[in-house]
């Protein structure tokens, strides 16, 4: 929640927080989630958007096969906005946040609903896999999988691929609408998943179409992944306001000169 709260409002926007899931976490993992009901879930939701317009939905963490539904229901009373949804299937060290239960409902309800999905190369296979694979999908198979499942856009992250560069691929119906090559930083990372979403959400919520979007908030998040911090005994921080830093700095030097 954190990580959404400062990507958007970096990228001038204004969130409003829907709580799915209460955590126990540090930088370096999750001990413990405990689920909001799904009735706590759709009020928080249906109160914000009776008294504001929103621009966007950014999905992260679901929590439970309940709170899945919930969300779905209110999705689809609101078809023009843009849905990103981020399918947190584990966090970063490997801890689950989803079984499959909760994974076959995703596929049915929210992605048929979704603008973009954002799953890493592991979640994607997981996500695309069938019980007829006699081996493990090809990512560009993953994404059509995923595609034909209803989103109308898919953005596999390969920084769990080996290779010396990250690369970012983005399909839609027709196939691969763009591929992003990324210098691969050498740390690992707190909340770069969700900071990726976010920023696409922010960029949807500002009037870019979405492979536009999706190119800069890869580019939005490299920057913060790259003037990232290590305040805990885990994983490097994201810098969101990388720029405001950069800024400062320069005013400073021209201070001093």
Same mark, same amino acid.
């Given at each position: 929640?954190?990580?959404?709260?400062?990507? /958007?409002?970096?990228?001038?926007?204004?969130? /409003?927080?829907?709580?799915?899931?209460?955590?126990?976490?540090?930088?370096?993992?999750?001990?413990? #989630?405990?689920?909001?009901?799904?009735?706590?879930?759709?009020?928080?939701?249906?109160?914000? *958007?009776?008294?504001?317009?929103?621009?966007?939905?950014? #999905?992260?963490? #679901?929590?439970?096969?309940?709170?899945?539904?919930?969300?779905?229901?209110?999705?689809? %009373?609101?078809?023009?906005?843009?849905?990103?949804?981020?399918?947190?299937?584990?966090?970063?060290?490997?801890?689950?946040?989803?079984? %499959?239960?909760?994974?076959?409902?995703?596929?049915? /309800?929210?992605?048929?609903?979704?603008?973009? *999905?954002?799953?890493?190369?592991?979640?994607?296979?997981?996500?695309?896999?069938? %019980?007829?694979?006699?081996?493990?999908?090809?990512?560009?198979?993953?994404?059509?999988?995923?595609?034909?499942?209803?989103?109308?856009?898919?953005?596999?992250?390969?920084?769990?691929?080996?290779?010396?560069?990250?690369?970012?691929?983005?399909?839609? !119906?027709?196939?691969?609408?763009?591929?992003?090559?990324?210098?691969? #930083?050498?740390?690992?990372?707190?909340?770069?998943?969700?900071?990726?979403?976010?920023?696409?959400?922010?960029?949807?919520?500002?009037?870019?179409?979405?492979?536009?979007?999706?190119? !800069?908030?890869? !580019?939005?998040?490299?920057?913060?992944?790259?003037?990232?911090?290590?305040?805990?005994?885990?994983?490097?921080?994201?810098?969101?306001?990388?720029?405001?830093?950069?800024?400062?700095?320069?005013?400073?030097?021209?201070?001093?000169?």
């Amino acid at each position: 929640m954190q990580a959404d709260l400062l990507t /958007l409002a970096s990228m001038g926007c204004h969130p /409003l927080s829907v709580l799915t899931a209460l955590t126990v976490q540090d930088t370096r993992g999750v001990d413990g #989630l405990l689920a909001v009901e799904a009735d706590w879930v759709a009020d928080q939701a249906r109160k914000l *958007l009776e008294d504001m317009p929103v621009a966007a939905f950014k #999905l992260g963490v #679901l929590g439970s096969v309940e709170n899945a539904a919930a969300i779905a229901e209110i999705l689809a %009373d609101y078809p023009n906005v843009p849905v990103v949804l981020d399918p947190v299937l584990a966090s970063g060290r490997g801890d689950a946040f989803a079984g %499959d239960e909760l994974i076959e409902l995703m596929c049915e /309800l929210l992605m048929p609903q979704t603008t973009v *999905l954002t799953p890493n190369s592991l979640e994607a296979r997981r996500l695309a896999e069938s %019980d007829d694979d006699e081996e493990e999908p090809a990512l560009d198979a993953c994404g059509a999988r995923l595609v034909g499942l209803g989103c109308e856009y898919v953005l596999i992250t390969g920084t769990h691929e080996a290779g010396v560069d990250v690369i970012n691929t983005l399909y839609d !119906e027709g196939g691969i609408v763009r591929t992003d090559r990324w210098r691969r #930083l050498p740390h690992g990372f707190h909340g770069s998943g969700c900071t990726l979403a976010s920023a696409i959400a922010a960029t949807l919520a500002n009037g870019l179409d979405v492979p536009e979007a999706v190119r !800069e908030a890869q !580019e939005y998040t490299w920057q913060a992944l790259a003037a990232g911090f290590r305040p805990g005994m885990g994983q490097h921080l994201p810098d969101r306001f990388f720029w405001a830093r950069a800024l400062e700095r320069g005013s400073q030097s021209e201070g001093e000169t």
